[in-house]
């Protein structure tokens, strides 16, 4: 030990006596009873802002709660904290019901319409993309109770790329599954709250998705309409996969590369995004040769 640091060791010793401790512990004592009330103002004040997030969201749906805390369940992710009542078994239950609702609501709609065309009709409705933009709309993710940064950041730039597809981007943007987790999960929370009631839950699901999508305003995935458009005009397509390699898919039409698509998170984002620029630079050039599209 060093010699400059024997002596203040030996009178700070004498000073802690014994009176000294019972003085000062005191205070101490003291001084931790103002932590502990300051702990428990902030455990009110939290309480009260959850209270106040439950108000605000049975506004948001149109429904009143008898139990709460399955509100409250429905926003919270696994990753809130370790012990945490998450919102996955509402959400499998809101995802089931959620899809027969649509269905029945399709099937009596549209009594003429065959099953190849409801199923996507019904895919376009409930898919990630179309449950995280009724998220957003309805402004859920702010009341996201969850503990990854990543998320935030994830929803962020969801939320920024938005304006460009005002409806739906139809495979060519990565929405966050936690924002369409959320939605099946309030979905799946008012319907355990209501004694399993189609109809109430029906009521709610309705303003969650609205805009609803029609027959009239449904869009082909852009793989899809590529090939079909190619196919009639007798034009070779061919897709080249480097996902693997650099994030990339690029497809050639009769040999020229007509598209190149990137997504290092989702593949099959990446294969659209391809798949719809070579699409547009096809009607383009098909159009110049004034052929019938």
């Known amino acids: 030990m060093e010699s400059w640091l024997r002596p203040f060791l030996a009178q700070t010793l004498n000073w802690v006596s014994t009176q000294n401790l019972h003085k000062y512990g005191a205070v101490l004592n003291r001084f931790l009873q103002g932590i502990l009330a300051n702990e428990e103002a902030t455990k009110r004040a939290l309480q009260d802002d959850k ?12 429904y009143d709660f008898n139990d709460r805390n399955l509100l409250r369940q429905a926003f919270t992710h696994t990753s809130y904290h370790k012990d945490c009542i998450s919102y996955e ?3 499998y239950v809101g995802d089931s019901v959620l899809n027969f609702m649509i269905t029945k609501e399709h099937f009596f709609k549209y009594p003429n319409l065959p099953p190849g065309l409801l199923s996507p009709l019904r895919a ?3 898919d990630t993309e179309k449950l995280a933009r009724a998220a957003v709309k309805h402004s859920f993710h702010k009341y996201l109770q969850h503990g990854k940064p990543i998320l935030t950041r994830r929803i ?4 920024n790329v938005l304006p460009e597809y005002p409806l739906h981007s139809h495979g060519l943007i990565d929405a966050p599954k936690v924002l369409a987790d959320v939605v099946e999960s309030t979905i799946g929370a008012v319907f355990i709250d209501s004694n399993s009631s189609i109809e109430t839950t029906w009521e709610v699901a309705k303003i969650l998705l609205e805009p609803i999508i029609t027959p009239e305003i449904l869009e082909t995935n852009p793989v899809k309409k590529l090939y079909e458009t190619c196919q009639k005009h007798k034009l070779k397509v061919r897709v080249v996969d480097m996902w693997s390699h650099d994030g990339s898919f690029e497809v050639f039409v009769d040999n020229q590369m007509r598209g190149k698509g990137m997504c290092h998170v989702k593949k099959e984002i990446a294969l659209n995004r391809a798949a719809n620029k070579a699409y547009t630079e096809v009607i383009g050039m098909l159009s110049v040769g004034n052929m019938n599209i």
């Open 51 to 62: 209270s106040q997030n439950v108000e605000e969201v049975q506004k948001i749906i149109g």
């Open 156 to 159: 962020q730039s969801f939320i």
């Open 124 to 126: 376009a409705n409930v």
């Open 89 to 91: 078994r509402l959400e």
